[in-house]
């Protein structure tokens, strides 16, 4: 049955008590981790609009540590994957075993570590792309399907990637299908210098692990609130224009992006920065979208959906630099 669409005022009601939520949420991690707070930002959002996050960054930045603080805040089951070039799909998924009871033999489908509610799958290009398969199910229709039974993941669901983007030996690179079904690409920076004091301090003497603070139910309840966010008819416009200038081609492309940009984003990337300014916009208790909720996801969203061509490449331009152009020539809509 539909939930019913809430008044203004129990709308701005919920988005208060959902900002105190995150507020809460980020001083547990603050126990646990230092610094990052715009990449917990991202990836919280991520949650809240039911997307997956793909985090990118050189070894020992704590991006295990960060989703271990994050689960361990939702108070949700947490299951690590090291991928590695021998896993195989069932190691993942699951499997039928033979099983003997009062004279009969049977299968029993026993449940592989996917079936969790905050999924870290470390160094996801470790894995061949029969294993990287496996997850396309899981993470787009949130079930896996074994020996043509179709097994419900956890609702929440969410997965965690990471990769190391300067080892590229024995790695598999991911496909543009499987990385589509992430919503956000996060790049995992070195701290500031004062964050890398209190680091070294901090490390040294014990951190605390971050406590619970939200359960599965209030998760639902926020990611049912998130779509009651407004998303204006002149941010979709300003969204979709977005979307096509990245495609060569397009009346909406600069001519850079034609020169440039060997393929551009597809409307899945739409419908993820519409979802993600709502949930940010939901985080700081705002009922409707801004501007500036779009181009902090522009380059999340898009940066695994924006290809350099030779050209771009041989020049240095990453998909980064291109999408921050593209930002630049694609005027704000004016509300």
Known sequence: MAQPEPTRDELLSLLASLRSDVNALLDEIAREIIGQESVLKLMLAAAFARGHCLLVGVPGLAKTSMVKALARSFDLPFKRIQFTPDLMPSDITGTDVLFEE??????????????????????????????QAALLEAMQERQVTVANQTHALPDPFLVIATQNPIEQEGTYELPEAQLDRFMLQIEINY??????????????????????????DRIREIQRAIHHVHCSNYMVSYIARLIRATRPGDDFAPEFVNERVEWGA???????????GKALAAMDGRPTVSPADIQALAVPVLRHRVAPNFQAQADGATSVDLIRRVLEATPIPKG
């Open 266 to 276: 597809g409307p899945r990337a739409g419908q993820f920065l519409v979802l993600g």
């Open 191 to 216: 701290p500031s210098l004062q964050e890398e004091e209190q680091i070294l301090t901090r490390t040294s003497s014990g951190l605390l692990n971050a406590r619970p603070v939200l359960g599965s």
């Open 102 to 131: 009062n004279g009969a033999r049977g299968f029993r489908f026993m449940p592989g570590p996917l079936f969790a509610s905050v999924i870290l799958a470390d160094e996801i290009n470790r894995t061949p792309p029969k294993t």
